[in-house]
T-cell receptor, first 111, second 113 residues
């Protein structure tokens, strides 16, 4: 069966520090991969999605970036975090038009 | 433009009462529809999905939803809610002309004893 792992579960970082959140999927090949952010009390905002290795589409301009070094690995990064980067980050995968499956999320707090 | 609208940001109900969470999408020839549930500090979990076939879809935890093409709606219902149903619920749609899923803004369901 397919599983998705996302870590860390929680993270507290100072403003200006770098960021790296990792997401891996097991049990499927060539999935579509997604990074979402969920600010407090708000809905989901799609940040990046990828349909293959090295293929990244960005949905909103920001100081975050994403990379897909391997088929089932999706990384969210930043060189310098801003206060506004605080939120709950969710990774998801899907195939074709099937529903997305989500990881457990990373709660990021910027101090 | 392709969109999903959840009309109610919050829905308070008493335990054991019925509930309906509303979802409307912009018209399209072909859509796939989903409802997700998010418990506090967790990711989203798929409740149910409509891909084709019967317009009444049954999901986990006693929830069901009905696809109404003429009204472009996919409302979520449960005949009797429990305290454990307290969560945020997201409606989502994939338009056949696009490859991305579009989420509604979510409805927070709170259950009162």
């Amino acid at each position: 069966s397919q599983t998705i792992h996302q870590w860390p579960a929680t993270l507290v970082q100072p403003v200006g520090s770098p960021l790296s959140l990792e997401c891996t999927v097991e049990g499927t090949s060539n999935p579509n991969l997604y990074w979402y952010r969920q600010a407090a009390g708000r809905g989901l905002q799609l940040l990046f999605y990828s349909v293959g290795i090295g293929q990244i589409s960005s949905e909103v301009p920001q100081n975050l970036s994403a990379s897909r070094p391997q088929d089932r690995q999706f990384i969210l990064s930043s060189k310098k975090l801003l206060l506004s980067d605080s939120g709950f980050y969710l990774c998801a995968w899907s195939t074709a038009n099937q529903p997305q499956h989500f990881g457990d999320g990373t709660r990021l707090s910027i101090l | 433009a392709q969109s999903v609208t959840q009309l109610d940001s919050q829905v308070p109900v008493f335990e054991e009462a019925p509930v309906e969470l509303r979802c409307n999408y912009s018209s399209s020839v072909s859509v796939y529809l989903f409802w997700y549930v998010q418990y506090p500090n967790q990711g989203l979990q798929l409740l149910l999905k409509y891909l084709s076939g019967s317009t009444l879809v049954k999901g986990i935890n006693g929830f069901e939803a009905e696809f109404n093409k003429s009204q472009t709606s996919f409302h979520l219902r449960k005949p009797s809610v429990h305290i454990s149903d307290t969560a945020e619920y997201f409606c989502a749609v994939v338009y056949s002309s696009a490859s991305k899923i579009i989420f509604g803004s979510g409805t927070r369901l709170s259950i009162r004893p």
